[in-house]
């Protein structure tokens, strides 16, 4: 089975009847979804809120059920998401996708937080893959030096010769570092950088890390 598969398919075994869920994007969460489509059509009852416009429509593709959030919504049961880096400690780096902001709100929202991955996306420090930081349209120029500042060199994410637009309506920056030895304060100095909707350090938030296998078994690490 494909690692990718794997550790997506294993992450539904965790969804029960009546729960509210927070559904997320990519290639390996991508799986989590079509399982929990077949749940359904099972007679699995769960409602989910999906963390971009992709993963709505594959959602209401398979007929899942979805709602929005309301004022007086209690905690997600759960929300399943995948990563582009994943260290030794189990902090992540996401937003490879585009949908970091609406990731890390559903996660911070969420009783317990289920990260997929791969076996590729496991290191032991974060910063190989290049960190991305939503930002405003606007002055997004100076939000960038500032960034920069703190030791990277930010690119504009383009998408079909224009600027990568975020379903926010947001830009996202493209932030190569070497190594992020410490993303709890990395986080904090970023957003503190007017013209940050979010960045995509995901610290100390996955409770249970699903990595799959090249031989298609799963690992699976609790916190």
């Known amino acids: 089975m494909d690692s990718k598969k794997a550790a997506g398919e294993k992450a539904a075994e965790y969804v029960k009847n009546g729960m509210k869920i927070g559904l997320g994007t ?25 963390t971009s416009e992709q993963t709505e429509k594959l959602a209401i593709e398979l007929g899942i059920p979805l709602f929005k959030p309301y004022p007086s919504m209690k905690k997600l049961d759960l929300t399943i998401d995948g990563a582009d880096e994943v260290s030794s400690d189990v902090n992540l780096i996401k ?32 910063g190989h893959f290049p960190l991305p930081v939503e930002v405003a349209k606007f002055g997004w120029e100076l939000t960038s030096i500032q960034i920069a500042r703190l030791g990277c060199a930010p690119t504009l994410r383009m998408a079909n010769g224009a600027p990568f637009i975020t379903d926010n309506g947001n830009y996202l920056l493209d932030c190569p570092f070497d190594t992020i030895t410490n993303p709890a304060e990395m986080t904090v100095k970023l957003n503190r950088i007017p013209g940050v909707a979010e960045n995509g350090l995901f610290v100390n938030m996955t409770n249970i890390l699903i990595v799959g296998r090249a031989d298609g078994m799963v690992r699976i690490h609790e916190n």
């Open 26 to 50: 990519g290639s390996t969460v991508y799986w989590t979804i079509v399982k929990l489509g077949e749940m359904v059509k099972e007679g699995l009852r769960i409602e989910a809120i999906p």
């Open 95 to 126: 937003g490879g996708g585009g949908a970091l902001l609406r990731e890390k709100m559903l996660a911070s929202y969420s009783s317990v937080f289920i990260t997929v991955v791969d076996h590729s996306k496991c290191v032991s420090e974060l």
